[in-house]
């Protein structure tokens, strides 16, 4: 029996009309499948706006063309439409939907929000086309029990026999669909999502290896182990399948369209995967996948020539389909193609060129490791979660982002998501909307990130928006109030880095951190208490207990590393990395021992993979040691160093460390150092926005007013250097560019289509008129905090 489902009370709120799908009566909404077709006229050839949202996944057709898909996440009382704007003739048409309903949370959406679609249609005219729907429950989907991940949706096993032909197209005969009636609720919350249009397009993909196939069990209880024992090769046996491997050339979110030939029955399989294991595709997840992982999608052929395609877009770089249950000589794969789904598909509005080709390679991977990591959301990678993690956007992923394109919405989007999905003692989530945990360093970035944000592009109502949001998350700390800044809790996951003291508590049973002050933690939190005095101020509230607050963690800091310093030679060894880099960049460390602080993190860093290959590994989320670096906390130490004098030193370490992942064939940025996690993670593509500011030497402010820059320049060793910054929401962008005259001067040049404001080294604010040209006078001096020559274990120098 079909049932219509009623939507929850939760959704009381909802605005306009929401169309329920219909309940599969094997198991309700639980990675249940339904097919939509919705009928509606114009009167004359217009422009329509279609505005969308619902739950979990579904994809959008009007007259059997593709025309959007979704939703994009939104807090549980919260949906969001999206809106894309079609040409359409006069006459009768039809819009198709297909909703899976995944009954689970996912970094996505929380199970919480019930299955619906939410769909209407206006015409130029400003008239709602009203729309008369039918609809399936589509019996064709099995529900295997498997998700694609642990934080992510069920796995999609078609059987192709009993889905309906071109179900899409407006002529199908709706004969056995049944009428859909429309369930009205009461007015309030939705919203439109400020996005742009998501966009689809069609990527190169290269098939790398093929062959005829033997598959080695006779069941179907475990599908990546039935894949991954097929043997690709075997003299001894039978064949009973073919296969084809492809690389996309770099991980990216897309899904497949795979045009195949095979006998009814058989069963059609494509694996995805970020990289290749034992030269094979492999569908299980290497890390964050639980116990479940079942990276692939499944088809049972309806015999002949079929076009195939899944519903949920997959992270991946390979593919590897296999077609089994045949004679091979009754198979053929035509063709695989591939559909890139991305936020920022078009190049970049910002770029950088230097005459080192290797910085302008490292520059460029971060850009696109961006763009495979970005959707409706800045998420940490494409592949494993997909999720929405606050210290990754507001990370590197914020500067990146603000170096190579103009619309920043997804990014601010987060920033407000955020604030929506507050906890009930006002902290500020690590990851929302659909799972949520809750770490303090991150919800303390938060109200530095919104500042420095605004910073970035002057979005002042922003600020006035979310201050007592900010007030609220900070207050949250304060029965873990230190007199240094704050202690850390056992309840809490205590993450600033990976390999940090307390990173690993998560993943080990009874492992606990042990509370007290953490320097790290705190010095983080000195950041946020003088960000929020700055936001208060330039809003015209009372900043006077946030800069005293601050003023007085400070100054405890001094006194503190000053007596650390005079108690013990390693003082800085004692204080640790991760700390010393936070204080040198807080203005906390004495004068008299910066020097020390910087050779300390410099000689750390020397001492760690991939600069000593004999150095120990961060080889999963457990391990936790004092000789470790990673991409994600670079985004904090190189700035620092380069601050200090640091240059060469900072620009061998992004040729070695981001070369390393290079050598290894890789196209985007690794999650850490090392191969054995994520190979897609936006959060470690520091590189790109710290070539782009210092070594072109603009530094946006526009807390001073409107199209102001700081001009700070640091070449390094470098003879030249050009690119563009791209201003945001605009088409307008900044064009720098320099060279050496000389051993002592740079003669530099800016240009823009409108006036630009530079904060120059001595205070003064100047108005280019859009365009400058100047001398430079590099500093004589050696770098500050020489070492002694070391020999180096990578193969970039």
Known sequence: MLIIGRVSTLFEPLKKIIYDPFLVESGGTSDAHALFRGHFRLDEKTTVVIRHTGASVYRLWVDGEILDEGPARFDLLRPELLTISIDLPAGGHVIAAHVHAHGETTRLLSREVPPFLHVSIQSGAGETSRIKWVGLATAAYYKTGRRLGCVLGPVEWCDTRFLPVNWTAPDFDENGWSDVMPVALAPNTVALADLSVIAIRPRPITKVDSGELVNMSPVMHDPPMNFITRELSSAELPADGIWSRYDLSRVQLGRPRLTIQAPAGALVQCAYAECLTHGRVSPYLKSGSGDNSCMMDAWVASGGRQCLEPLQPKGARYLEVHIVGADPSELKIESVEWNERS????????????????????????????????EDAVTDNPHRERGQWLGDAVGAGMDILAVSYADWRPL?????????????????????????????????????????YYRLGGDKELLRNLYQIAVRNLESFNEARDPLGLRTNPKHWNFIDWGYRGSATVFCDGKADTPGFDPALSLIYLKALRSLADWARWIGEDSSQWARDAEGIAVRFGEHLKELAAQNASCWEVFGYHATALALGQGVVPASEIEAAVAFLKQHILSCFPNDNAAPRLSGPTVESDRLITPFFFHHVLPVLIEHGEMPFVLDQLRVCWG??????????????????????????????I????????????????????????????????????????????????????????????????????LMPDGRIIDTGGEWRCDLTLPTSAPAHPLPATSNSSSHS
């Open 343 to 374: 936020y920022y598909l078009d190049e970049p509005e910002g770029s950088f060129t230097c005459d080192d080709e290797l910085l302008n390679r490292i520059w460029r991977v971060g850009v696109d490791t961006l763009r495979s990591c970005a």
């Open 412 to 452: 601010e989007r987060g920033l407000l998501q955020a604030a929506q999905c507050v906890r009930e003692d006002g902290q500020i989530p690590a990851v929302f909307p659909g799972t949520r945990e809750y770490l303090p360093s991150f919800a303390i970035q938060w109200v530095s990130a919104v500042p420095h």
């Open 660 to 689: 390393w992942s290079l050598d290894l064939g890789m196209t985007t940025w690794p999650e850490v150092f090392d191969p054995r996690w994520s190979h897609c993670h936006q959060w470690s593509g520091c590189p790109t926005w």
């Open 691 to 758: 070539l782009s500011r210092y070594v072109l030497g603009l530094h946006a402010r526009f807390d001073l007013g409107g199209d102001c820059f700081e001009l700070k320049l640091h070449p390094g060793e470098l003879t030249s250097a050009s690119g563009f910054f791209p201003l945001r929401a605009s088409t307008d962008r900044v064009e720098v560019s320099w060279k050496r005259v000389g051993a002592k001067k740079i003669a530099y040049s800016l240009r823009a289509p409108r006036p630009i404001r530079l």
